[in-house]
C-alpha cells in the first residue's frame, strides 16, 4: 500500500518546481542608442506619435546611462532578458507600457503613456530584445521621469527608469 503522505509531498515538490520555473525578466543594458540601419515605421495610434519605429538592424548602445537629454534624434531605451519561456521557439507578445510626464499632441489631447505590443523572438525558452523611444517631434521632448515596462502575460518582467532633462 502506497503511503498518502508520499503521494501529498511528491505532488507539493512537482508544484513548486513547476513555479520556479515561472518567466523572470531583466534589464541587461540600458542608455542612449544609435540605430546602425534603417527602421520600419509602423501605425500606432496609441502612442504619442501615432507610429512605432522598427529598427531593421541591432540598436547600438552609445551611452550607458538612465539620464537622456531631451533633443531631436535623441533614442533611448533597454536590452533585457527573459528567462523559462513556456513557449515554443518562435514569436510571443511582450507588452510594453511606457509612462512619461504630460505631452501636448498636435491634435490637443494630452499623453501620460501608453501600451504596446511587441512580438519579441523566444528561442531555448528564452528571450533576448530591445525596446525604446525616440524623439522626432518637439512636443515628445518632455523632461522628467519616464519609465518602461515589460509584461509577459500581465506580469512585469522588468522596467527601466529614465530621467530626461532638457540640456
Avoid at 52 to 78: C, E, Q, S, W, Y
Amino acid at each position: 500500500m502506497k503511503s498518502p503522505f508520499l503521494f501529498s509531498f511528491l505532488l507539493f515538490a512537482c508544484c513548486s518546481v513547476a513555479s520556479a520555473a515561472e518567466a523572470q525578466g531583466k534589464v541587461t543594458s540600458y542608455g542612449v542608442f544609435r540605430l546602425s540601419g534603417k527602421e520600419e515605421v509602423v501605425k500606432s495610434p496609441e502612442t504619442p506619435t501615432g507610429v512605432t519605429r522598427i529598427a531593421a538592424d541591432t540598436p547600438i548602445l552609445i551611452a550607458p546611462t538612465n539620464h537622456i537629454p531631451a533633443k531631436m534624434g535623441v533614442l533611448f531605451g533597454m536590452w533585457y532578458e527573459i528567462t523559462n519561456v513556456a513557449a515554443p521557439d518562435g514569436d510571443i507578445s511582450v507588452t510594453k507600457i511606457a509612462r512619461h510626464p504630460p505631452l501636448k499632441k498636435p491634435d490637443g489631447t494630452i499623453s501620460t503613456g501608453f501600451t504596446f505590443v511587441e512580438k519579441q523572438s523566444v528561442k531555448d525558452g528564452r528571450v533576448n530584445a530591445w525596446t525604446g523611444y525616440g524623439f522626432y517631434y518637439d512636443y515628445e521632448l518632455a523632461a522628467g521621469d519616464w519609465e518602461i515596462e515589460m509584461q509577459l502575460n500581465g506580469k512585469t518582467v522588468c522596467k527601466q527608469k529614465f530621467i530626461v532633462f532638457k540640456p
